[in-house]
């Protein structure tokens, strides 16, 4: 694993994000309420204050970003100024917290909070949806290269569950264990696939990304990281072969002085490049 960018330290590092039109890492400071823009080519970074506690980020189709914040889902332009992307609806649990763009255009992402009080929601043309509830944390996710199917992981529950997704109907069916995650790996929290759909998981008080072969459901490479909690990971590089993993800080600052920091690993894959929000 390779150390990126040394010049801001985080609280909890979330989000990655490949903007794969501005050749731009996008990753997010949950605690911090911040978010980043690195350059992978000249080391360039720029932090931007949101305001709240920021769960992830999604692109849209303009340009704008999509900002998942403590109160709702707020779009961004290029000048900064932000604006509620939906009508302003009770929020269930504390936060939002993972999230992505679907193959459909629309924003899927859940919230965060104890004893299964937050929910994952839809956000379509300025309509947030519930599609579930009792969610714990509600961590990663993403979609087959075939566009049928969704990979879920609600940290708390230890597995990574399994959706069937149609575009057309903007609908998630059919929700079933995929795989169990032992107790002694970690915590199962973000993830990305890439384009043979296979899921790479961070591992919270892991240590460590793992490989699962979706086809085999079993896993098939264990990636070390300097940084007890990993927190999500994504593709990024024109090649979409450099595999980006977030990490947090909080709690082990002094037994692990990396932890905060985002790390790389080119990998033998390819990912796919991010969907964006289109309505």
């Known amino acids: 694993m390779e150390l990126l960018n040394k010049k801001y330290k ?9 903007d794969d039109r501005e050749q731009k ?19 360039e970074i720029e932090k931007i204050d949101v305001g ?27 000048q900064g100024n932000k604006t509620l992307a939906h009508q302003p609806i009770p929020i269930k649990g ?25 929910a994952f929601y839809r956000l379509r043309d300025g309509e947030l949806v519930e599609l579930f509830d009792k969610c714990n944390c509600s961590n990663g996710l993403d979609w ?7 990979y879920y992981c609600d940290t708390p529950l230890r597995k990574i569950e399994l959706f069937d997704f149609n575009s057309e109907k ?31 998981l961070g591992l919270w008080d892991g240590s460590a990304v793992v490989k699962i072969d979706t086809a085999e459901k079993k896993i098939v490479e264990t990636i070390p990281v300097p940084a007890r909690k990993a927190s999500c990971t ?27 920091y985002v790390f790389s690993h080119k990998t033998n894959v390819t990912g796919k490049a991010p969907y964006r929000y289109k309505y």
């Open 94 to 118: 504390r936060r939002f917290n993972d999230g992505k763009i679907g193959p459909d255009g629309c924003f899927y992402l859940g919230t965060t909070d104890a004893d299964g009080e937050g």
């Open 234 to 260: 994504a593709f990024a590089g024109k090649g979409l072969d450099i595999l980006v993993v977030t990490t947090a800080s909080k709690g082990d600052e002094e037994t692990h002085p990396e932890a905060g």
């Open 25 to 43: 890492l996008l990753y997010v400071d949950i605690l911090g309420c911040c978010i980043f823009k690195y350059d992978l080519t000249t080391d």
């Open 144 to 150: 087959t290269v075939d566009e049928t199917k969704m």
């Open 10 to 18: 985080t609280i909890v590092a979330e989000g990655p994000l490949w």
């Open 170 to 200: 903007n609908e998630l069916t059919n929700r079933r264990t995929f795989i169990d995650i032992p107790a002694e790996l970690g915590n199962p929290d973000g993830f990305s696939m890439d384009a043979d759909d296979n899921i790479w």
């Open 52 to 78: 709240q506690q920021i769960g992830c980020m999604a692109l849209c189709e303009n340009g704008d970003l999509l900002l998942a914040m403590q109160d709702g889902i707020y779009r961004m332009d290029k």
